[in-house]
């Protein structure tokens, strides 16, 4: 895979697309967003490896958000590519007027029931509205699902459906040069750990789906995984188990906050962990703190008493038994996979 760079202010970190070249055939997995900086640096990477927007044959996008699928428009407009999403997120990349706006008014809706404070909405309300410049136009989108396949000239391509930071978030398996490597989009990220919660408001059980994507990439073992952002994971199954314990600290957290302070808002839990938020972490924040705390309710250890949340007798009896500051998650949602 021939990783480029792009610059990125607003998210985890520089985006990364990557080039697939063979047998005549290009594919681009993910472009980066649609501001004319990231185009215009996209435009001159591709002239350095002698090729243009026109040169690409297929375009692969890991998910929605217009960090990875701002451009895709704009290559298949003068190439005629082929744009491939997941069926979960290919109505939103392709911009279908109802699915963005049943995404707006159930992110709206979770703004009230997370108990987002109205400034601290508005600043969201007018993120959401200034987002055109990333995202910007929606291509037409070819639908997979989880399994399928595609040829890119000697290679072949898998898409495993990766969810919980993104609905149809999709990772691409495939073998090069002997090695099984995997481009995972935000699925699995070298440095911060993928936001689940916020970063989908569509996503239900968010941390449990993510959990299970963990658990997909523990087992799978690939040599290497090619990330939407920063530097290749050399160890993916290692990485993957760090961020499993980096949700069982949190849960652990996210349990003291309301044993410390009684009931407790999303917002609330979100405030002790986090502390202030700026720009689209305010969404993040509450959203990550959501995600843990509707986990947490499935399992029967915290309960919803109007917008907070209190400790459940079964969770106050576990805690009393942990002496590591980690909430078991995953051997659970392990078993409930099974
Ligand atoms: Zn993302
Ligand atoms: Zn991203």
Redesign the pocket.
Known sequence: MDRISLSNTA??GNNNAYLLRSNGTTAMVDTGDATDETRDHLETELADRGLGFADIDLVFLT?F?G??TGLAATIQDESGATVYAHEDDAALISQEPETQEAMEQKQLAYFDEWAIPEDQQAVLRSIMHGEGDMFGAGPEVEPFADGDSFQVGDYELTARHTPG??LGLASFELTVDGEDVVAS??ALLPVYT?NVGG?DIRVEGALGKYLETLIGYIEADYDRAWP?HRDPIEDPAARAETIVDHHEERAWRVLEVLREQGPSTPWAVSAELFGDLESIHILHGPGESYAHLEHLEADGYVEQDGKAYALTDAARERMAAVDDDRWPLVDESYEQTL
Do not use: R
Request: glycine content about 16%.
């Open positions: 998210f985890e998910h958000h960090d990875h930071h993104a989009g935000d993928p970063a939407g």
